[in-house]
């Protein structure tokens, strides 16, 4: 059988009247890492609603719940990058969720009254060099990255990516459209090589001498940097990290999040599980499993790798800003050519 068609009679199976009592909740989820699975069985543990997850890519998913419609089964929407929750938000998914814990616990850049989606997880956006070929001051800002000094030493995934897309639209709001689009430029102006892969493969690229310097998620440092395989160590101990922008605005970051869905059948479980999310034990999850940084101050957090990474100063922006500036960041990319 067709695995697309068996997981969806599948799902219509986990839905069907047998489990007409049960409390439930139909997750959608675009977050692609394995580490979550703790995170949703302690939701169920904690509270008995069982949850129905469904994975998929980002897009697939958003373009589900819109065939789907009113009939849609799912409840909570969660992806990465301010970018997709911006997509899915356009389109009208999302309904507006009123938490009073919500909204002590998440700071308010990382929430929005216009965005009906909460951030819950955040991962910073940070400059990795070879430390044999630059030193850190060669590339301690996002402006670095398009001087003609770095010709032939930038290695990148793809500027239509929505990571890239991200940190674009952070730059048009603190440098206006203009000069984003002549760093665009110069940051094209700069490729070592066409740009290909995700965000490992130019931390390898750089380790490899391929090229210089590249922009990497945090999470993915961090998940070498934990990583049991000699080649890897041995990999990290060749690239430097940077936290870019320190004495101005601050590192780009970005989040993940979620929202409750506007034709979500189980709307009590919904609200609850994004209250759960945003839990001191949810948070560690976040933390621990995946790498990122939790948006509650309180979450404890048991992983050296990250501490490791240090402190730094981060951008405030608002995500929900952020977001709706990612539009305008693709057309100054596209024109660029940095795609
Ligand atoms: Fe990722």
Not at 126 to 145: C, H, Q, R, S
Not at 185 to 211: H, L, W, Y
Not at 296 to 323: H, M, Q, R, W, Y
Request: aromatic fraction near 8%.
């Amino acid at each position: 059988m067709n695995p697309r068609l068996a997981a969806v009679l599948c799902f219509a199976l986990m839905l069907s009247p047998a489990h007409g009592q049960e409390k439930v909740l139909n997750l959608y989820s675009a977050r692609h890492y394995q580490t979550d699975e703790a995170l949703y069985s302690n939701f169920t543990h904690q509270t008995g609603i069982r949850i129905n997850r469904i994975e998929g890519k980002e897009e697939e998913l958003v373009e589900r719940i819109r065939n789907e419609g009113a009939n849609s089964p799912a409840d909570v929407f969660i992806t990465v990058d301010a970018s997709r929750l911006a997509q899915a938000d356009a389109f009208g998914l999302f309904a507006p969720v009123r938490s009073a814990l919500l909204e002590e616990r998440i700071p308010a850049h990382l929430r929005d009254p216009e965005s009906n989606w909460f951030a819950f997880s955040t991962r910073a956006r940070v400059i990795i060099y070879n430390k044999l070929k630059l030193k850190a001051a060669d590339v301690g800002n996002y402006e670095d990255l398009a001087k003609p000094a770095l010709k032939g030493k930038l290695c990148s995934r793809s500027g239509a990516h929505p990571y890239n897309i991200s940190l674009g639209a952070a730059l048009i709001q603190h440098w206006g459209e203009v000069k984003t689009e002549e760093w665009a430029r110069g940051v094209v102006a700069n490729f070592a090589r066409a740009p290909k892969g995700g965000d490992t493969d130019q931390i390898k690229a750089v380790a490899a001498g391929e090229c210089d310097v590249a922009l990497s998620n945090t999470y993915y440092l961090v998940r070498l940097l934990r990583s049991t395989k000699p080649e890897d160590r041995t990999m990290m101990e060749k690239v430097g990290v940077v936290w870019p922008n320190q004495s101005g605005f601050g590192t780009h970051i970005n989040i993940s999040g979620g929202g409750m869905l506007k034709t979500a059948p189980n709307k009590d479980a919904a609200v609850k599980f994004l209250e759960y999310l945003a839990s001191d034990e949810a948070q560690a999850y976040f933390a621990n499993g995946n790498n990122e940084w939790p948006v509650v101050k309180s979450a404890v957090i048991a992983n050296p790798e990250l501490k490791a990474l240090g402190n730094f100063k981060a951008d405030t922006l608002n995500v929900g800003e952020l977001a709706r500036t990612t539009a305008q960041a693709q057309k100054v990319f596209d024109r660029a050519g940095y795609r």
